[in-house]
Every structure is written in C-alpha cells, then in structure tokens.
C-alpha cells in the first residue's frame, strides 16, 4: 500500500535517514528518480523527500515498477546470513573435531575478512570464538553421554587435556569432571521480515527471543544468566530449531498458537502477566488494565506494565498485543514501527 499520511510519511523519512534498524519491515522506500527501492538501513546515499515514495507492502511496490537495491538487497530477509557465511558455519558444524583455520576458509573459496566482519557485526564476537563455542557444545553432549574426558578432549581437537580443561572451566565454569559448574544457556541467531532476533535456550526451553537491536541487550543476557545460574554458549539444540520452525511459520501468516516449551522461571507475579499475555488472542489486542482486572487487581496497572516490559520471549509471549486504553499504540522494546507490523500481521492472517 503507498502511504498517504504526512506524518507518517515524516516518520519513514526520519528513520530512513538515521538507518533504523527497527523499521525494517515497515516500509519500502521507492525512489522516483532511480526506480529502484530499498528498506530502512541502506547504506546507500539518502535521496531527497520529495523523490520519494514510502510503500508498506513488498509486492506493491515491486507492482508499481520498482527494481531491487543491490546495496541493502531487499527482497532477501533483514540481515540473513549471507551465502559466504553459511558455507564458513557449515565447515564448522561439518569438522567439531578440528579448529577451522583461515587457511581451510580460503581453500573453500570463503573470505576470512568477510566472515569475520560479518560475525563481528551481528554476533558481536569472532568467527573462531563462535566455532569455538560450537566445538565446545559438541564436548559437552559427548560427556553427557557418557564419553570420557580425554577421548572428548582429542577428538574435540585439543592437543591435551589439561588444554581441553582449561577451556572448558573458561567457558562453563568448572572442569568436565564435576557436575557443580553452570548450566548452557544455548544462543542462536535467526533472521525474520522485521529484522534478526537471537533465541537462547537452555535443556529446559526457550529462555529468551530478542531482536538482535533490543536496548540494552547485552544487560538483557547477563540478567538472563545470573538468573539462571547459566553460562551462554553458541549453539543449537532441539528447542531452538523448533523456534526457528514455528516463528518461520508465524511469519508466513500459518501459525497462530505457538507449541513451544518455554523455561521464564520468575516471580509468581511477572510469571502469572506473562501468561496472560499467552491468554490474548492471535489477531486481537488487550490493555494494561484490562490484563490487571483479569488478573483481580485492577490496581496493578503499572506492575502489570512492568512485568509486560521484562518480558524476555517476544511474539510467543506477546507482548505486542498489549496497548493503550484509548487504541494508541504504547512502548514496545522492539519499536513502535514493528508492533504495529505484528498486529498487522496478525489481523490480516487471521483464521474466521
């Protein structure tokens, strides 16, 4: 659909020009005067307002004439892994027993440079610091399994064992040898129409669903792990993958009700508003008091907005359905712009 409304019209070019990564999904910039179109964190040169059109669907603007920019690529997802890389993690996952060299990248035809800056970027770590974590996760369900510490120390590619061990105290908090160390709290990465989020899950569950721009993200995880008692580790296990399946189908207008298993271990209260927020249908929205007065408590009006807030599984728990009591839309950790996409979303793919 072209967008007609100034204000809003303002609003796109604003988070144009300051490449809001929390726009992305929301609209489509076509520019007149090259024809080509593009989404809100092109690193392209900003065209002029009045050279402009802002649409919020893609194939509306793809019908309307407009080519693909080959700088932000918007037909693909937000930020997915490019090519390149997926080749760089599948060497990875394909040799856990050895340490993946830039060497062996350049006889693949892959550009170090270009996979570290990219894991630099968007995992904000090192692409050996994440093959690392990789091999080590791989140590640790071969010890669960029962495999001893020095046959998984070799084949893991370690040298020695007490190498093998000091890694392993490094990253989990004690030796492969005692069990009074610090649970994993497994990260991944996932891309979707609005941006790329991280999903953490731990044996229990999923424990946290995030975009990857969230303020104060990093505060995020090391609550998230002092809680826990866990350490992050990058890496994948069943319940991550059943994330990526489900939010995939979510994002394809398939699946309203997600199946699941959470671990939100919290407070009684803030466990209680998280599921009434589970509780508000897909395609329909609630407000704070209205989530207090089923609660009982019609007073509890800011807890409730409270707990609403630290809420760490977006779109499963969701939050996004939450808004003001006069219909405006109210804060929303993943931005304004994104909320309102979801509840679009929804409504427009709702069953009946």
Known sequence: ML????????????????RQPSYVGSFYVAVKTTSIFCIAT???????KENVDFYTKLDDVVKAGFRPCKVCKPLQEANEMPDVVKQAVA????????????TQLKEQGISPETVRRWF????????????????????????????????????????????????????TGHSPTTADGKIIILIDRLTTPIGPMFVCATQQGVCLIEFDDRKNLKAEFDELQKRLNGVMMAGENEHI??????????????REVFDLTLYTPSTEFRESVWQGLRD???????????????????????????????????????????????????G??????????????????KNG
Request: overall charge positive; proline content about 2%; charged content about 25%.
């Open 120 to 171: 630099n970027k968007h995992y904000g770590m090192t692409f050996q610091s994440y093959a690392r974590m990789m091999r080590m996760n791989n140590a640790i369900k071969e010890l669960d399994a029962g495999k001893k510490a020095i046959d998984t120390a070799f084949e893991s590619g370690y040298e020695s064992l007490s190498g093998f061990n000091d890694a392993f105290k490094k990253m």
């Open 42 to 48: 092109c690193h392209a040169r900003k065209p002029k």
């Open 91 to 102: 060497l990875v996952k394909n040799n856990l027993g050895e340490k993946v060299t830039d």
């Open 332 to 349: 929303y950790a993943g931005g304004l712009a994104r909320k309102k996409w979801l509840l679009d979303h929804e409504a427009a793919n």
């Open 280 to 330: 508000i249908p897909y395609g329909t929205t609630s407000s704070y008091i209205g989530q207090a007065q089923r609660l009982g408590n019609e007073k509890a009006v800011r807890a409730v907005a409270s707990a609403n807030g630290q809420n760490r599984i977006a779109i499963v728990i969701p939050c996004h359905r939450v808004i003001g009591k006069d219909g405006s839309l109210t």
């Open 241 to 254: 993958a059943q994330t990526k399946i489900e939010l995939g189908q979510y994002f394809a207008g398939e």
């Open 3 to 18: 967008v007609t409304q100034p204000q809003l019209i303002d609003d796109f070019y604003k988070a144009l020009c300051e």
